[in-house]
Structure formats: structure tokens, C-alpha cells
């Protein structure tokens, strides 16, 4: 099998900045964004009262898939997550595939944490406060990693405190549980594994500590524990906040919410919460941004190194130490994929992407010997199948367009390779 990566196997090295902490609030700052204040309707609709099953249904998944990418992460501490070690471990086309996925679908999901944030914090200008937000954090990635990694914790913070107000002021709330609001005799085992794959949307974010693997410091330590700190943080919060919700609103009533943390505070009596629900839905949907675009860059600046993408991409600046060309590239497609399109409803798409993407990590993972630390080989095996069966199981539309787009990028693959061929 491939050998570690070394400094000397990385062109135009990025600096180790990122400390246990940093790469933890990283990771926070990607899970704990938006997708806890817009997955949790569509999930409920899908899966009724269970959600709280598929809510463990997809944590067990990422629990898998983390140990995995932790696992190759510090092996291959290099920009690119996945897409580096598909490549290394199964080969060139797995490890494009799932750079492929991951730029592409995450891509959709920048646009669509823009457009949320736009929608909280100006309805009435909500494309033209998305295009302001993704140039703003364009210029902060552009800045530098820890000034990303700073910026990320304030916002962090600031969105936790309005979670924990909500789960204490519906938890508190005295009344009677909701009435005639059970799962319904529609809800099925499909639909609890759609609510599952819905809800995973919003545990993704631990691939941004791994596809920053070339800045962290001492990766091979770093990596493997930051993961699971961030994923397990995560898993109390999202559980603490669907069972308050679920308690103030039941079922029925989450399933139908435009804003299901703002009705749980007014159900709760609570309604001063309202407005700081809008703030923290905004911040946490640019705290997302923020390390989505920090991620989609480095996976770009991996595959440029490849020349599967324009080589000027790799280019890292001489000062900032960040792939300066990357980042703006992805802020400007982002920019004018805000400015003129409705993405919010991308977490389908979205999440069939990424779950292709760590079918990827866990397939490469269950490659690993003993010696190289391959985890548990329950871990990937599980991992694997659960993306799959997960992906699969995601509204027809969302797998149908996810499909075309992988079949789209394996062509231009291809393409790209009977060329190469022909000179």
C-alpha cells in the first residue's frame, strides 16, 4: 500500500498552525451551524416521534465514519480529507470521486448557508446579504487559518448559548405533552433512514478538521482526538435540543415549523427568545460558511496539485500561507451561486455527496494493516454500509441529481484520461 505522506511529498506546503483546540472549535463550528435549525423539520416529517432514533442512526454513522477519517488523517496529514486518500488507498479514480463529491456538494451547501443567514437576517435582501457574507469570509480565510480558527470560536460560543436558552426554557416549560402527535401509521422504517441521512447533514462537519490536516499541528496526535471531542459535543447538543423541541412542540407540529427553535420558545412561553433565535440561526449558518469555504478550498488546492482542477489553483501565498487562488475561486463561484440562485433546500443533494465521500473514507480505511492503525474492523465496515444504505435512502430527487453529478464528474474523468492517453 502507499506510503505516509512526508513535508518532502508536498509541494507548496501550508503552515501547522492549529492547535487541539483550534481544530476542535473547527469542527464545532461546522456541525454545530445551521443544519440543527433546518434539518430537524424535514427529519420530522420523514420519521414521526422516532426521531430521536434516526438522530442516533446518523451519529452512530458519523461515529464510524470519524474514527476512520481520524484514523487516515493521521496517516496522510494533507490538505484534501478524503480525496487524498481514496487516492492513496484505493486509487486515482476513488480519490476523485470523492473530491469530486465533496467540492461539488458542498459547494450547493456554501450557497445555501449563505441564503439562510440572508433569510434571518434580511428577508427582504436575502441574496444580496448571502453574496455580502460569502465575500467577507472569503477575505478571512484569506487572512489565514487561526484568524479563521478565531473568528469560528466567537461564533461558536455565541450559538451555543442560544441553544442551551432554548433547550432550558422548553425543558422548564410546565404544561401537557402534546396531544394526537405520534409518527402516524406512514412513518416507516424507510422513513426513519431518510430522516437519518437528512440528519447527518448536519454531523458532516467533522471532515473540515481532516481536510485541514496540513495545518494542524502534530496531526498524527491532533487529528484522532480533535474528531471525536468535536463529534462528541456535538451528539449532546443535537440531543439535548431534539428532545427539548420535540417536548414544547411534539411530532406533528416540528414537522410543519418554518423556524422549529423559535416555535419551541414561544410553545415554551418564552417568546423574548425569538429574535435571538433568528441571530444565532444566522450566525451559526455563517459560522458553517466559514468552514465550508475553509474546506471546499483545501479539497480544491488538493485536486489542483493533481490537475484534476486548473493547476493555478494550488498556488499557496508566500505570506499568508493559504491557497489564496483556491479560496477565491470558491468564494466567487459560491458568490454568484447566492446572487442568482434558491439553494436552501440543497441538504438532500448535500448530504447524498458527502455520504458517497465517507463510503469513500471507510472503504480506504478498511485498507489500513494493524501497524499503520487501522481501527476496529467492524468501523469502516459498518461506516460503509451505513453511508450507502443512507444515501440511498434519501428523497428520490436528492439521489437522483446527486447520481448525475457523480456520473457527470466520472466522465469528465474519464475524458481527462483518454486524452492524456491520446498525446
Excluded at 288 to 308: P, Y
Aim: aromatic residues 6%.
Amino acid at each position: 500500500m502507499s506510503k505516509s505522506l512526508t513535508p518532502a511529498d508536498l509541494p507548496d506546503q501550508l503552515t501547522r498552525r492549529l492547535g487541539l483546540a483550534d481544530a476542535v472549535v473547527i469542527g464545532l463550528g461546522s456541525m454545530i451551524g445551521a443544519g440543527i435549525f433546518a434539518a430537524l423539520a424535514p427529519a420530522a416529517r420523514a420519521a414521526g416521534s422516532w426521531l430521536l432514533l434516526a438522530l442516533a442512526l446518523a451519529a452512530a454513522v458519523a461515529y464510524c465514519n470519524a474514527t476512520s477519517s481520524a484514523r487516515l488523517a493521521a496517516r496522510y496529514p494533507a490538505s484534501g480529507g478524503t480525496y487524498v486518500y481514496g487516492r492513496e488507498r484505493l486509487g486515482p479514480f476513488w480519490g476523485y470521486l470523492a473530491g469530486w463529491a465533496f467540492v461539488v456538494g458542498k459547494t450547493a451547501s456554501c450557497a445555501a448557508m449563505a441564503l439562510t443567514a440572508g433569510w434571518y437576517l434580511w428577508p427582504g435582501q436575502a441574496h444580496a446579504v448571502a453574496v455580502a457574507a460569502v465575500l467577507a469570509l472569503t477575505a478571512v480565510t484569506y487572512a489565514g487559518v487561526h484568524k479563521s480558527a478565531l473568528v469560528t470560536r466567537a461564533i461558536v460560543a455565541a450559538v451555543l448559548a442560544v441553544l442551551a436558552a432554548v433547550v432550558v426554557a422548553a425543558l422548564v416549560a410546565v404544561g401537557p405533552a402534546p396531544e394526537g402527535e405520534g409518527p402516524g401509521p406512514d412513518v416507516t422504517a424507510g422513513g426513519v433512514l431518510q430522516a437519518a441521512g437528512l440528519l447527518f447533514f448536519a454531523f458532516a462537519g467533522y471532515a473540515r478538521i481532516a481536510t485541514l490536516g496540513e495545518e494542524v499541528r502534530d496531526p498524527r496526535r491532533t487529528i484522532p482526538r480533535a474528531i471525536p471531542i468535536a463529534l462528541g459535543i456535538t451528539l449532546i447538543v443535537y440531543a439535548a435540543v431534539a428532545v427539548a423541541v420535540l417536548s414544547a412542540l411534539g411530532p406533528g407540529r416540528l414537522a410543519d415549523a418554518a423556524a422549529p427553535l423559535a416555535d419551541a420558545a414561544r410553545a415554551a412561553g418564552a417568546d423574548w427568545l425569538a429574535p435571538a433565535v433568528r441571530a444565532g440561526a444566522a450566525l451559526a449558518a455563517l459560522g458553517a460558511l466559514l468552514a465550508l469555504i475553509l474546506g471546499v478550498s483545501r479539497t480544491t488546492l488538493a485536486m489542483a496539485r493533481d490537475r484534476h482542477l486548473p493547476h493555478a489553483l494550488s498556488a499557496v501565498h508566500p505570506s499568508f500561507q493559504v491557497p489564496h487562488r483556491a479560496g477565491l475561486a470558491v468564494g466567487l463561484v459560491v458568490a454568484a451561486l447566492a446572487a442568482t440562485a434558491d439553494l436552501r433546500g440543497a441538504i438532500g443533494f448535500s448530504s447524498f455527496g458527502v455520504l458517497v465521500y465517507y463510503a469513500v473514507a471507510n472503504a480506504s480505511a478498511w485498507t489500513l494493516t494493524p501497524e499503520e492503525g487501522r481501527p476496529p474492523r467492524a468501523v469502516p465496515a459498518l461506516g460503509l454500509a451505513g453511508c450507502l444504505i443512507l444515501a440511498f435512502a434519501l428523497p428520490t430527487s436528492a439521489v437522483l441529481t446527486g447520481a448525475a453529478v457523480l456520473g457527470a464528474g466520472a466522465a469528465a474523468y474519464g475524458l481527462r484520461r483518454a486524452l492524456a492517453i491520446r498525446r
